[in-house]
């Protein structure tokens, strides 16, 4: 899909995109190609260098040229591409200020493996392992996740950035997290009945008692949460995709990663109760 992307290109907006599509562009070497296509001499010169551009920066695998010059709400074209360099992030804190709380855990996922991260643990690690990527996938993480990521260990991420809340929003699914999930048929394993509320509670009770079933209840809430990021990417790059003429560009779904962690009754039950 990214390949056959014009909208990044100064000049072409999503209405003319399509009729590029339709007058045969397929591609930006289609593009370039004078057999291939249709188009005013004058029109293709003024495109010329952005796409010769494109080509050079996509064979180089330079997601950063990509997402600077995309559009926002098209940077779920960057997933396709760019997948085997991608990672899904989410973190678990004490609050919501990035000023005044602290981070409790994070769950890293590739498609293949999960790292997880606990503060007091190996907290420290997780800036280097994230440098492993070029593209971060989260869920709110423009306005929660990467606030509290780059205040906390003093960095600032550079990978590009796809949000799935703007993403499915843009597709006519809105709400958080787990009602997405719901909406589009995602079931919750082990933390079902865990909600944000909850995860600060079971960090407390952890750090209160020692007894780390709250923690492994708390992780699995976290890789939960990770994990299921990639099913929604995937359904989101596909309805999307579905909208141009490029439809068999859809991806099969993912197949679910198994969680190395486990809720604990006892524990989900202790912070339920505290919950109401």
Sequence with gaps: MLTATFCHIPGIGYTTEEELWSAGFHSWRAALSPKSVKAAGQVRRSWLRHLRESVDRYDKKDISYFARTLPTSQHWRLFRAFRKCCAFVDIETTGLSPYTHDITTIVLYDGKTIRHYVNGENLADFPDDLEDYRLLVSYNGKSFDVPFIQNYFGVKLRQAHIDLRHVLRGVGVAGGLKKCERKLGIRRRESSKIDGFMAVRLWHEYRRTKDRRFLETLLA?????????????????????????????????????????????????KVVRDRW
């Design 221 to 269: 809430y976290n890789v939960e949460d990770t994990v299921n990021l990639e099913a929604l990417m995937v359904t989101a790059f596909n309805l999307n995709v579905k909208r141009t003429p490029f439809a068999d560009l859809c991806l099969p779904t993912p197949v679910l990663c198994h969680s190395p962690f486990r809720a604990d009754p006892a524990a989900v039950a």
